[in-house]
């Protein structure tokens, strides 16, 4: 990377990262004392105390994931760093996982429960003629739902900050108000990032508003859920089932409720790991550090 004072840059890599995307940078450190540049991972907290630590060469903050709610951008803007994230690239790995989870799996085939054939044991909705409301209707919402439509879903409803007809229309999704899309939806599917307004937006409140069969879906952020209501809700019946790819926290505890429950299935923050998606998101994650070590714009910049 040239820069105008012919110094080579020095960047921070919190963590190993695929190959493809290692090999475009010159240089790695231990500390980010002094650093240039952080290419940095979702369970990296980039607050005032880092950056100041980090010092004023710091040009560039490049994290590998879509998710940038561990990263101050504020912060970041006011010390004139620029923010760079993966979006897009993920979003088919992320939607197809989203997708598998609706039909969430169950430990009885390792605890020995799974006996003669029932005729009612551990049936759920379909999605053959279900409802399906989508809350976080951006790429990876939009795309759970082509990837559901196939299914014969019945219907979809959607939530988000703001309507969106143009999304809409392809799948046919209608806006709906966050409680009249957990009233009417068998599967609801959490696909929104983790904001001061979505922070816990799955309460006990909210568990209680869906229908008693209705499976949960998470591959966002285990924060916009209050776990422990989720627990209760699996627990009492509020609720039928539960896929998570996230949780409080990560990693999840080996004594969590969640994993004692027949109902819930629990994979640890997964959904974007397939080989050509994680070397992408590297990819694009090195020439967002790059281009900012430069002082150009960003390929994929987090607007402040
Ligand atoms: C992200 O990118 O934010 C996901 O959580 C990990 O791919």
Redesign the pocket.
Known sequence: VSMSSGARPRVFISRRIPEEGRALLAATCDSVAGVDGILCL?TDTINGELLDAAGPNLKVVSTL???YDHIDVKECARRNVKVGY?PGI?TAA?AELTSVLLSPGIRAVENGEWGTWKPMWLCGPGLDGATVGIVGFGRIGVTVGRYLKPFGVASFLYHDSFQKPVEASELGAEYASFDELLAKSDFVVACCALTDETRNLFNASAFKKMKNNAVFVNTSRGGIVNQNDLITALQSGQIGAAGLDVTTPEPLPTDSPLLKLDNCIVLP?I??ATHKTRAA?AVLAANNLLAGLRGDRLPQEVES
């Open positions: 979702l994931s879509v998710g993966t993920l992320v923050h959904a974007s998101m």
